[in-house]
């Protein structure tokens, strides 16, 4: 159980690489996402317009646009418009056009990056093994939006605003690193299962133990997965970011491309929450034999529903996932044996415990529960009026100690026959437990419910 808690841990960075790294519509929908947020699009509007001014020579630009003698303001304006492109960059980037820009660049250099990975010659001997990110047409963009845009295009250099992501001299390091991220990816996730799997056959005296500490280590992997998140993300910024004012971005940056790694490790928490529950529903605790009763009658008569319920639920979400791999489909398919196999112990536990079950014996003795509450509060309410009749009709006490007569007839009892003559001489007898009828007065009254006064 200890070595599946590992390789759970180790598969969650091995997926989050496979699909962040070498899924191309994963890493576009990420790249998508770091445009949208404040602190990235300042940084990368600062790029742009330093690419901008670094290629061209907008002061030249604008000495051909500006007429006669304010061509001498081509230089201050220059300035200004720097300015003026700096505070509208971060703008311009809200933009639909921007951002279709942002996509499709990022999605030509994954693509040239798949390419390069997976050894395709006509690839490597186009860019010579070197991928690129190229924002060239941002930049464009950009000088469009400031106005000065309109030949800019031609006159930009090939290598404005390339962002160098692959070296050649990189290439054979990457090729082996890609190979390995596949591997492992698959073979942990199948590890991680097959250790839990083999931990709970072996300890067939107390399965249920082994499913519940199966479920804990899951637990305890996806949460050190967050953890080592956080520390990382912070090692990383600090040793790779020298430029201070660059470092909230490249935080920023962290966390949206680590987002997809938080995701994982929480559905590796919910499948140990599962597995939790499920060594729990097997312990011989008193709430867990309480819960094997309930669900004893479905898991005898029903079985075939509940084993058509659990294909249904793992076909719904194999085909919902946004990534339909190998992988993907083998992990599933194991955990789908492994509860497979958990209703059929679980099956076989409830049987031996409950053989004779039915469902009236639970929801019958709830509604008896019911019904005798609801009994028991209109008796309660009975018994109070009774004693409200007793106490308008006991007989005055004179100065001297006797009993003034009465004159009034005592009023009816609540309720006909026997039950009311009952209640009404529990209810005496408690009013002279209690001291509130003397010994002649309980007599009296008791003679007169025994009499037949006041039982009609």
Not at 65 to 79: C, Q
Not at 98 to 125: F, G, I, P, Y
Not at 207 to 213: N, T
Not at 444 to 456: F, T, Y
């Amino acid at each position: 159980m200890i070595v599946g808690s590992v390789f759970a841990f180790l598969s969650v960075f091995g997926i989050w690489t496979e699909r962040q790294a070498l899924n191309t519509d994963d890493w576009v929908h990420t790249s998508g996402r770091l445009l949208q947020n404040q602190t990235v699009r300042a940084a990368l509007g600062d790029y742009l317009v330093d690419q901008l001014y670094e290629n061209v020579d907008i002061k030249k630009e604008l000495e051909e646009i500006l007429p006669g003698d304010t061509k001498d303001l081509a230089g201050p304006a220059a300035g200004g418009l720097r300015q003026v492109a700096g505070d509208g960059a971060e703008r311009v980037l809200e933009t639909t056009t921007a951002q279709s820009l942002w996509e499709d660049a990022n999605r030509t250099a994954h693509e040239q990056l798949l390419a390069v990975l997976e050894d395709k010659k006509e690839a490597v001997s186009t860019e010579g093994g070197d991928v690129s990110l190229n924002l060239g047409s941002l930049v464009t963009n950009l000088a469009n939006q400031v106005g000065i845009g309109a030949t800019l295009a031609e006159k930009l250099p090939p290598d404005a605003g390339q962002i160098k992501i692959l070296h050649s001299d990189q290439l054979k390091t990457a090729q082996n690193v890609a190979i390995a991220i596949k591997g492992l990816a698959l073979i942990l996730s199948i590890l991680t299962f097959a250790t839990f799997a083999l931990a709970i056959y072996l300890y067939k005296d107390s399965r249920w133990v082994a499913v519940l500490f199966s479920g804990i280590g899951l637990i305890a992997a996806g949460f050190a997965v967050i953890v080592a998140r956080q520390i990382a993300g912070g090692i990383i910024v600090d040793q790779l970011v020298v430029d201070e004012s660059v470092k909230p971005a490249a935080e920023a940056t962290w966390s949206i491309g680590t987002s997809l790694m938080t995701s994982i490790a929480t559905t590796v928490i919910v499948v140990g929450v599962l597995f939790a529950v499920a060594g729990w529903l097997g312990s011989p605790s008193g709430s867990a034999r309480a819960s094997r009763r309930v669900i004893a009658p479905a898991l005898r008569d029903y079985i075939p529903y509940v084993y058509t319920g659990l294909a249904i639920i793992v076909c719904i979400y194999f085909l919902s996932s946004s990534v339909q791999s190998l992988r993907s489909f083998l992990t599933t398919l194991i955990v789908a044996a492994m509860a497979a196999f958990g209703i059929h112990e679980l099956r076989k536990q409830t049987l031996e415990e409950f053989p004779d079950a039915k469902f009236s014996d639970t929801f019958g003795a709830h509604r008896d529960k019911v019904v005798s509450a609801v009994k028991g509060a209109n008796l309660g309410e009975r018994a109070s009026k009774l004693g409200e009749s007793a106490k308008m009709h006991l007989p005055e006490r004179r100065p001297d100690g006797g009993e003034a007569p009465t004159t009034e007839a005592p009023t009816a009892v609540i309720g006909d026959g026997e039950e009311a003559r009952l209640q009404r001489l529990e209810r005496l007898g408690d009013l002279h437990k209690k001291g509130i009828l003397t010994d002649a007065e309980f007599a009296a009254e008791k003679a007169r419910v025994l009499g037949g006064d006041g039982g009609s």
